[in-house]
């Protein structure tokens, strides 16, 4: 069993700086495929980044509306894995959750291959 929990959010301004952060428990963390996800009110739970496995090198995807503004990055030594957010928009306003991929092969961005997620956290961005 995984655990998962996320920290870093809050509310900010448009243009300025996030870094959400996931720490994990359980698990071989360094083998997990590690997404990050959102929601905002009223919308279904959307990809937003994720990072392979260290046998797949970390290698880093994103959405097409955060390229250039958001990095993931993960560190296997702390089991951890962060998202660092710039040029925020207020369409970025949603919460975001971390979630593990298991199956080590690749990068999803449909959430049902995701089997551990973390509560979330609640990012606010004000016009």
């Known amino acids: 069993q995984v655990q998962l929990v996320e920290s870093g959010g809050g509310l900010v301004q448009a243009g300025d700086s996030l870094k959400l952060s996931c720490a994990a428990s359980?698990?071989?963390?360094?083998?997990?495929?590690m997404g990050w996800f959102r929601q905002a009110p009223g919308k279904e739970r959307e990809f937003v980044a994720a990072?392979?496995?260290?046998?797949?090198?970390?290698?880093?995807y994103y959405r097409d509306s955060v390229k250039g503004r958001f990095t993931v990055s993960r560190d296997n030594a702390k089991n951890t894995v962060a998202l660092q957010m710039n040029s925020l928009k207020p369409e970025d306003t949603a919460v975001y959750y971390c979630?593990?991929?298991?199956?080590?092969?690749?990068?999803?961005?449909?959430?049902?291959?995701?089997?551990?997620w973390g509560q979330g956290t609640q990012v606010t961005v004000s016009s």
């Open positions: 979630a593990a991929d298991q199956r080590g092969t690749g990068v999803a961005t449909n959430a049902r291959y995701y089997a551990f």
């Open positions: 359980g698990g071989i963390f360094s083998t997990y495929s």
């Open positions: 990072i392979t496995g260290s046998s797949s090198g970390s290698y880093p």
